[in-house]
């Protein structure tokens, strides 16, 4: 791994410039639980640091970014998409290392961080505001400005996807930014960081603090000087986060995770069906917010399709991210441990695994790996139906019919995704309208990974929208001006 390490992951960006500080922490592999690499762990004076220096770029006081026009950002952000590309190798490695997932997702989460870059790049000079009609003395026009100083806390499942989705949009509409990557994997997020500024960011527009969430990441959230808060990560942080920013009225985005079901009716093409059903939630081993993690299926073909997913359960393998197996380990001991005091709390419960996976004989001894697992006779409203596991595990609830399922979809506090099996047109759009979430997919689920498409939860799956043109406009903020011309 050190062959990697050529970059200074110890040190936080601040104002251009790496800065070593004087705590670090130890990062592991998850799949073998040893030593991976060294990283800063910054303290409240690192965050302050961070956002004066945002502050000072915002503002023009430091480096050319205030005075970048929107084509001058948009060709940059066009020219770092091809420089992710040029590192695809070296970053899917970092990747792969750092969380544990199949080499084949990391590199698929290394193009669609470059094709962030290039959607927000595209659309840098293409976002703009309006003209109002009013008294007729008078024009009226809406401009669609930066926020200024942008704070960014993001988690360890997705470090280049989330980098690319919520910087590459902050940037492009013209905002400065103080981003907090997570303890637990931010690797690629730092070597990102590098190439932006050794290919030409100007200093200050993106600033990195890497640490623990309780201190960068707390003291970020409280920071006075922000002037927008985006958090990606659990309901319980979302709420902390946004209390914090609250005490200066900072507007904040959260991402919060969900339990996003998959409805599969009678009338499937239950082949295409299953496969996505089974991908949708082994995906960076069910670490993922919009994991598909409930199965609520018709009663006429629920024996016929639990009897079908068995097989494809029992035939999923674990091993290494390098292996590039179905499934990696778990990104850390504490998640693995979470997870499994909830899956013998749900045995004990008398829910049943019907089908599991298996490590492959070469896996190492450290590594946090849960078997992925199909969990059946579940007693209604039990708590592996209504949290969020995050693990490679699929509840299954059976429906009689529409009703039932709508019941069944929005029976959590989250909503985020859902998928739609059916070949009826008229009960795709009923269900589509009915069920409560961001995203809905009709026979199909997670459409590619998405970069365009406006992504985000209601209730405790959190509020906003990242992604595609609405990503970039909760990234602006309305001015007004009427002007009475006589
Ligand atoms: P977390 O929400 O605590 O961590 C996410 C980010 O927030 C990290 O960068 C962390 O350093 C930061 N953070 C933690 N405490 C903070 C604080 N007090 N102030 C400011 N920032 C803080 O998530 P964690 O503990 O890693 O995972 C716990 C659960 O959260 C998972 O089991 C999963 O259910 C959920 N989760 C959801 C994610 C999603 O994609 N929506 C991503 C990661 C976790
Ligand atoms: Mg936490």
Known sequence: MSHLMTFPPQQALIGGEWIKTTATLQVEAPATGEPLARIARSQVEEVN????????????????????????????????????????????QLECADTGKPMTQAKGDISACARYFRFYGGAADKIHGETIPFETDFAVMTLREPYGVCAQIIPWNYPSQIFGRCVAAGLAAGNTIVLKPAEDACLSVLRMSELAVQHGLPPGALNVVPGLGFEAGAALAAHPQIDHLSFTGSPET?????????QHHVPVTLELGGKSPQLVFADADLEEALSAVVRGIIQNAGQT?????????QREIADNVIDNLCKRFN????????????CGPLINARQKAKLEERLSAAKAD????????????????????????????????HEVLREELFGPVLVVQV???EAEALALANATDFGLCAGIWTRDGGRQLRLAKGIRSGQVFINNYGAAGGVELPFGGV???GHGREKGFEGLRSYTRIKTIAIKHG
């Open 49 to 92: 640091a961070a956002v004066k220096a945002a502050r000072l770029a915002f503002s023009g006081q430091l480096g050319e970014w205030a005075h970048w026009s929107a084509r001058k950002r948009s060709e940059w952000l066009l020219r770092f998409a091809d420089v992710i590309e040029a590192h695809h190798e070296q970053l899917a």
């Open 238 to 246: 979302g709420t902390h986060v946004a209390q914090a920013a609250a």
């Open 289 to 297: 917010c919009s994991a598909g993690s409930r199965l609520l299926v």
């Open 315 to 326: 035939a999923l393998r674990c091993d290494t991210g390098e292996a590039d197996a179905d």
């Open 350 to 381: 008398g829910i049943r695994v019907a089908a599991i996976g298996k490590l492959t004989s070469s896996v190492p001894s450290g590594g946090h790996f849960v078997l992925p697992q199909l969990l059946t006779d579940i007693p209604d409203g």
């Open 399 to 401: 429906f009689e019919d």
């Open 459 to 461: 209730g405790r799956s």
